[in-house]
């Protein structure tokens, strides 16, 4: 009974992934296009103020600065190499090194 039910949800997902191109499958609607065009970016500035959040709490105010020197570097790291992906790992990197960087140097002995 369980494969059937692992079998029956796979095939929902399929179709509902599958399905908009077939009905589709002429011409695109207005509404479609425009969501397509205007979800994106409202999605990243929506994830964006939700990373923020936390960064104007007055009680640790030392994550706050980790987080606007991070968003100050991917946004240079960006601007130079205008690549999305390098910047989103090299910033997430670079913000996790300054979060942890007491962890990092204890660890390490010279």
Do not use: W
């Not at 994830?47 to 706050?64: P, R, T, V």
């Not at 946004?75 to 670079?94: A, D, E, Q, R, Y």
């Amino acid at each position: 009974m369980l494969y059937v039910t692992i079998l029956f949800i796979a095939f929902l997902t399929a179709l509902t992934r599958f399905l908009p191109f077939f009905i589709f499958r002429n011409k695109t609607p207005k509404v479609i296009t425009d969501l397509g065009a205007l979800l994106p970016p409202s999605l990243i500035a929506m994830i964006f103020i939700y990373s923020c959040k936390d960064m104007l709490q007055l009680d640790n105010i030392e994550l706050g600065i980790y987080g606007l020197v991070g968003i100050i570097f991917v946004l240079f790291l960006h601007i130079v190499f205008k690549n999305i992906l390098f910047s989103i790992f090299c910033g997430t990197f670079f913000y996790l090194v300054l979060r942890n960087h007491d962890l990092i140097f204890d660890t390490i002995s010279f």
